[in-house]
């Protein structure tokens, strides 16, 4: 399908934020018709509820699943002897390296979570840490910023539980400091 068509996840959550932005802007939607649910203190939070990974692992078992889930596994593997991803611009931008560490952290993620083996957590984790050390993620470019946030984020999220204190103070140290500060210096935020 193409990137505008009804498969694509991307455009379906930008048009639900532009409906949204309209909504908000008409006088449709007020502030107080919004219910914030509180974050959940446990993890996984992020883009998976309380049921977390159990559907994905039915599904895996699935003819339908099947071939799915040993993808992924077979592009974890494939992972588990490349070093971390250098900080690498291409011309102005980092987006490339971004997506390659979003890729490599959310398959490395998945395939844990669908086998319970240790391996591909720890490889995901050394793909955080290394990104989180990188000297930024390349501010000028917001997209950059989005995307490697965006892969910490989901990483620190879903490995939480096996990731050390300070590998978790790593990570998220460098999602505050080169992901969130970033995007409202020199900017008066509205909230």
Not at 8 to 20: D, E, H, I, N, T
Not at 73 to 82: K, R, Y
Not at 138 to 145: A, I, K, Q, W, Y
Request: proline share 5%.
């Amino acid at each position: 399908m193409d990137h505008m068509g009804n498969g694509c996840g991307v455009c379906r959550l930008v048009r639900m934020v532009l409906l949204f932005s309209v909504a908000c802007a008409t006088g449709l939607l007020r502030a107080e018709d919004i219910v914030m649910n509180p974050v959940r203190r446990e993890h996984p939070r992020l883009l998976v509820g309380d049921a977390g990974f159990e559907p994905l692992k039915r599904n895996a078992g699935t003819p339908a699943g099947k071939g799915l889930a040993e993808r992924v596994i077979h592009d974890a593997e494939q992972l588990l002897d490349i070093p971390p991803q250098a900080r690498r611009m291409e011309g102005r931008r980092l987006l490339m390296t971004s997506r390659t560490v979003l890729f490599r952290i959310t398959t490395l993620c998945v395939a844990e979570k669908l086998t319970g083996e240790r391996k591909y957590a720890d490889r995901a984790i050394r793909e955080m840490v290394n990104a989180a050390g990188y000297s930024d993620w390349n501010p000028s470019h917001f997209l950059d910023v989005g995307e490697m946030t965006l892969a910490l984020a989901l990483g620190c999220d879903w490995l939480y539980a096996v990731m050390t204190p300070e590998e978790r103070e790593i990570v998220q140290r460098a999602i505050v400091e080169k992901g969130l500060k970033p995007s409202y210096q020199g900017k008066q935020l509205l909230w």
